[in-house]
Nanobody, 128 residues
């Protein structure tokens, strides 16, 4: 199975920036629709961003539009999430997700049930 490993989480002050990375071994992530979800304590899981296989289509939650950017690395094995102008409400565990390469639909968007592979998550804390 595809194994996803997130990195880059940590503590940052409000207004600061942080970059998360998602890495895989043995499989090119260009074969998968990829995305990021997050979950804060006591809150529902929320779709943050998604990117198509070829990287030409992206989607973002309204709460992060204009502040976050999802992109694919040049090495074919990574996907990143650049987070700028961070707010305390961005505090959550962030999960990298991938959709099965054999899925019939071409796009999954921010629907959690559409994704088959989930990383273990990385903590992002925005606080002064």
């Amino acid at each position: 199975q595809l194994q996803l490993v997130e990195s880059g989480g940590g503590l940052v002050q409000p207004g600061g920036s942080l970059s998360l990375s998602c890495a895989a071994s043995g499989f090119s992530l260009e074969d998968y629709v990829m995305g990021w979800f997050r979950q804060a304590p006591g809150k529902e899981r929320e779709g943050v961003s998604a990117i198509s296989k070829d990287g030409t289509i992206t989607d973002y939650a309204d709460s992060v539009k204009g502040r976050f950017t999802i992109s694919r690395g040049n090495d074919k094995f990574t996907v990143s999430l650049q987070m700028n102008s961070l707010k305390p409400e961005d505090t959550a565990v962030y999960f990298c997700v991938g959709r099965s390469r054999f899925a019939r639909n071409n796009w999954a968007g921010l629907q959690a049930d559409a994704y088959d592979y989930w990383g273990q998550g990385t903590q992002v804390t925005v606080s002064s």
